[in-house]
């Protein structure tokens, strides 16, 4: 179905219509989230995930993250437990995922080998088009290659994926801008298996409890917890002072060649981390730099997802 170059769909009725009509037929289409673009197939269909597998490089034992339009629907897929509702009922739709017990109608693949499924309910406007127009459920993992830096606007798509997509549907850059957080509720409360969109702070204050931090690098019952993720072509460093030869990515008043937030946003920030990388990257092949260093980034709120992001972007 692919051709040389992806199809770019546009923000209209028709992209909509197209993009639904693409994933009913087993096509890929990069879709808009609030956190990155996915890369989105029909997830009950076993031969397009396979090929989100292939196009990505990923490895079969790295599930995906399932997204449906409501919660309605999520209790198509999986279990939802009273603590499970409760902490949908406050992020969704939104960048939270939640590994729950499947139901088993997804298609193996996208569960990984494991007994649960990543769901979650997005809340940009065209992936809830896409979404309702379509009528189920699409998986969709980053719209990247594995391992490599994620994308945030439709251009990262193209560069990064070609024709290994069918279609991309552009809608502008993402706001969010790193992903979903994940959690997974149990019996024993609520375990963090991924920082995220959403910090961890206000999942404590929801629950007026502690949430246990699961992030063992490397172990994977849910997408995103590879050792090695969202690499950039050059080594990257965190912290300290840029040598010569360096690209430097600035934080607040820390400055450089590029700045993730002047002001010291961390929700700007996070907005910018992959867009920021994939420039300062491209920037390193121009100036044959050496490395790209990170200025220190706090480690609350949001900078926990951006510090997450760039120990696994700097893991050698």
């Not at 430097?248 to 400055?255: L, T, V």
Request: negative net charge; hydrophobic residues 50%.
């Amino acid at each position: 179905m692919a051709a040389s170059h992806p199809q770019i769909l546009h923000e209209d009725v028709d992209g909509v219509a197209r993009a639904a009509e693409i994933l009913r037929a087993g096509g890929l289409v990069a879709l808009p989230t609030e956190t990155v673009y996915g890369l989105a197939a029909d997830a009950m269909n076993p031969m397009a995930v396979a090929r989100v597998f292939e196009a990505k490089g990923r490895p079969r034992f790295n599930p995906l993250i399932v997204h449906v339009a409501d919660l309605d629907a999520v209790a198509d897929v999986a279990e939802l437990s009273p603590l499970a509702r409760r902490l949908a009922k406050a992020f969704w739709p939104g960048p939270m995922t939640l590994v729950l017990p499947s139901r088993g109608v997804v298609a193996d693949l996208v569960s990984g080998g494991l007994q649960t499924v990543a769901v979650r309910v997005p809340a940009h406007p065209l992936a809830q088009l896409v979404l309702r127009e379509f009528g189920g459920a699409i998986a969709a993992p980053s719209a990247n290659l594995s391992g490599q830096v994620s994308p945030t606007n439709a251009a990262h798509v193209v560069a990064g994926l070609g024709a290994r997509v069918d279609a991309v549907l552009d809608g502008g850059p993402c706001t969010v801008g790193v992903e979903s957080t994940i959690l997974a509720p149990g019996p024993n409360g609520v375990r963090l298996l991924r920082e995220g969109g959403i910090a961890r702070e206000e999942v404590e204050a929801l629950l007026g409890a502690p949430v246990s931090a699961d992030l063992t690098p490397g172990r994977v019952e849910a997408p995103g917890q590879m050792e090695r993720h969202y690499a950039t072509a050059a080594p990257l460093v965190m912290g300290g002072a840029a040598s010569d030869g360096e690209i430097m990515i600035g934080f607040g008043p820390a400055g450089g060649d590029l700045s993730l937030s002047p002001s010291g946003d961390l929700v700007e920030a996070a907005a910018r981390l992959f867009a920021v990388l994939h420039e300062a990257d491209a920037l390193a092949r121009q100036r044959r730099a050496s490395a790209i260093r990170v200025a220190e980034i706090p480690e609350s709120g949001l900078g926990r997802a951006i510090n997450d992001r760039l120990r696994r972007a700097a893991t050698r």
